[in-house]
């Protein structure tokens, strides 16, 4: 074949690649897709893969949920029988074996192939499904918006609006299903977010993945999106679940956080929100409940905060002395950053605002663990706000104050800076 034969057969082949859809403008689509997800999306079975380069450093297996992996690293995928709120399946790969949730009607099985564990719960008579309740601690409800890319199609398009760039991009198959795509991108230099872009079904108007742009980033440093999707009822046989011989059966009531309970099972419980990702916009600047997914089990009692909005919105702890000791340890230079188990002890008594699950017996818990992976990573920084310790990466900026305040949030560390100063004003 001649060099031209060659270039015209890759024009072909790429044209084909792109589906030809009617035209839509960037006004219309943002319509479709707000009407569409609003629809109920009727049962189906599907694959979703999280893939995530946030380029922070490796936590250790102890603090990543289910140790199975960090949301902020790597990629993980999770298969969805959906056939209404209370018939739903949750299917994660892990090493070796699987875990797996099954909700039919009001009861829910956790297995875990790896340690051979069934957890059999049984919801009360007055629930239906698995609502979500931040005061109750139980995981948010099983619904398709919270277990597909609607959920970060949703965060980022609340924020569309006078600090938004909106704009339509060549069509793209995803999942094997025809879909157009919106790019946003933010106007503000002080975001770190390049753009996002947002595939929409050509047929039903939901978002099929979404992908996010780190400033200088040549690739998705973030994105969620379907790897197949099939509309219709799931057989009947992915509710139901009968221990295999041999298998260890446990029986209980729903326990005061489902969330550990899924730990304990080994699914993961960020794999029911595929889409956390503190790094995209947030739809309001009011206080929120619950930990980071840029720091996982780093929350403190009281629960983080959200400072600013839209793309200049920032995640932000309230000050521990726990992590305060350990950023004055690595500032003066006297050890690796975290304090010693009597420190620890100590700081825990004289402040009722730590979390207890920032220490345990025998040494350092989870969280000084996470935290100790995230000093190392970082270097120190001054100014009138007072001092501390930054990790910068393409998308995401994390400041760990010397007062022991954690902020986390796509922007320059500019804002960082002076979210803390305005803070302390």
Same mark, same amino acid.
């Given at each position: 074949?001649?060099?031209?034969?060659?270039?015209?057969?890759?024009?072909?082949?790429?044209?084909?690649?792109?589906?030809?859809?009617?035209?839509?403008?960037?006004?219309?689509?943002?319509? /479709?897709?707000? /009407?569409?997800?609003?629809?109920?999306?009727?049962?189906?079975?599907?694959?979703?893969?999280?893939?995530?380069?946030?380029?922070?450093?490796?936590?250790?297996?102890?603090?990543?949920?289910?140790?199975?992996?960090?949301?902020?690293?790597?990629?993980?995928?999770?298969?969805?029988?959906?056939?209404?709120?209370?018939?739903? %399946?949750?299917?994660?790969?892990?090493?070796?074996? /699987?875990?797996?949730?099954?909700?039919?009607?009001?009861?829910?099985?956790?297995? =875990?192939?790896?340690?051979?564990?069934?957890?059999?719960?049984?919801?009360?008579?007055? $629930?239906?499904?698995?609502?979500?309740?931040? *005061?109750?601690?139980?995981?948010?409800?099983?619904?398709?918006?919270?277990?597909?890319?609607?959920?970060?199609?949703?965060?980022?398009?609340?924020?569309?609006?006078?600090?938004?760039?909106?704009?339509?991009?060549?069509?793209?198959?995803?999942?094997?299903?025809?879909?157009?795509?919106?790019?946003?991108?933010?106007? !503000?230099?002080?975001?770190?977010?390049?753009?996002?872009?947002?595939?929409?079904?050509?047929? %039903?108007?939901?978002?099929?993945?979404?992908?996010?742009?780190? %400033?200088?980033?040549?690739?998705?440093?973030?994105?969620?999106?379907?790897?197949?999707?099939?509309?219709?009822?799931?057989?009947?046989?992915?509710?139901?679940?009968?221990?295999?011989?041999?298998?260890?059966?446990?029986?209980?009531?729903?326990?005061?956080?489902?969330?550990?309970?899924?730990?304990?099972?080994?699914?993961?419980?960020?794999? &029911?929100?595929?889409?956390?990702?503190?790094?995209?916009?947030?739809?309001?600047?009011?206080?929120?409940?619950?930990? !980071?997914?840029?720091?996982?089990?780093?929350?403190?009692?009281? *629960?983080?905060?959200?400072?600013?909005?839209?793309?200049?919105?920032?995640?932000?702890?309230?000050?521990?002395?726990?992590?305060?000791?350990?950023?004055?340890?690595?500032? !003066?230079?006297?050890?690796?950053?975290?304090?010693?188990?009597?420190?620890?002890? /100590?700081?825990?008594?004289? =402040?009722?605002?730590?979390? =207890?699950?920032?220490?345990?017996?025998?040494?350092?818990?989870?969280?000084?663990?996470?935290? %100790?992976?995230?000093?190392?990573?970082?270097?120190?920084?001054?100014?009138?706000?007072?001092?501390?310790?930054? &990790?910068?990466?393409?998308?995401?900026?994390?400041?760990?104050?010397?007062?022991?305040?954690?902020?986390? *949030?796509?922007?320059?560390?500019? $804002?960082?800076?002076?979210? $803390?100063?305005?803070?302390?004003?």
């Amino acid at each position: 074949m001649t060099a031209v034969g060659v270039v015209v057969a890759a024009a072909a082949a790429a044209s084909a690649s792109v589906p030809s859809l009617p035209h839509r403008t960037a006004a219309q689509l943002l319509a /479709e897709v707000a /009407e569409g997800t609003a629809k109920p999306l009727g049962p189906f079975t599907a694959t979703v893969q999280t893939t995530a380069n946030l380029g922070l450093p490796q936590l250790p297996q102890s603090v990543q949920p289910g140790g199975t992996g960090s949301p902020t690293s790597g990629t993980q995928s999770i298969t969805i029988w959906y056939q209404d709120a209370q018939h739903v %399946r949750v299917a994660e790969p892990v090493q070796a074996g /699987e875990s797996d949730l099954r909700l039919n009607g009001r009861t829910v099985w956790l297995w =875990s192939s790896t340690t051979q564990t069934a957890t059999r719960l049984a919801l009360p008579a007055q $629930v239906t499904g698995l609502p979500g309740d931040a *005061g109750t601690g139980v995981a948010p409800k099983l619904s398709p918006s919270s277990l597909t890319p609607a959920a970060a199609a949703s965060q980022v398009l609340a924020a569309v609006g006078p600090s938004t760039v909106v704009a339509v991009q060549s069509n793209v198959d995803v999942a094997g299903r025809a879909a157009y795509q919106l790019a946003l991108a933010p106007r !503000s230099s002080k975001s770190l977010v390049s753009q996002v872009l947002i595939a929409i079904d050509a047929s %039903r108007d939901i978002p099929l993945r979404v992908e996010v742009f780190g %400033r200088g980033s040549t690739g998705p440093v973030f994105s969620v999106g379907f790897t197949s999707l099939a509309f219709g009822t799931p057989s009947a046989s992915n509710f139901s679940f009968t221990p295999p011989p041999g298998a260890t059966v446990k029986q209980q009531v729903v326990p005061s956080s489902l969330q550990a309970a899924l730990k304990q099972a080994g699914l993961n419980p960020a794999s &029911l929100n595929p889409a956390g990702l503190s790094g995209l916009p947030q739809a309001s600047s009011s206080s929120q409940s619950g930990g !980071s997914a840029l720091a996982p089990g780093l929350g403190h009692a009281g *629960g983080p905060q959200v400072i600013g909005q839209d793309w200049l919105s920032v995640v932000a702890s309230p000050p521990s002395p726990q992590v305060a000791a350990a950023v004055q340890s690595m500032l !003066s230079g006297s050890g690796p950053g975290i304090p010693s188990a009597a420190q620890q002890s /100590e700081l825990s008594g004289s =402040s009722s605002s730590a979390s =207890s699950a920032l220490t345990s017996k025998g040494g350092p818990g989870p969280d000084l663990a996470g935290l %100790r992976a995230l000093l190392l990573a970082t270097t120190p920084v001054h100014g009138n706000w007072g001092s501390g310790r930054l &990790l910068q990466t393409k998308l995401l900026s994390v400041l760990i104050t010397s007062k022991g305040q954690i902020l986390a *949030g796509a922007v320059t560390p500019s $804002v960082l800076y002076a979210d $803390v100063a305005a803070d302390a004003g």
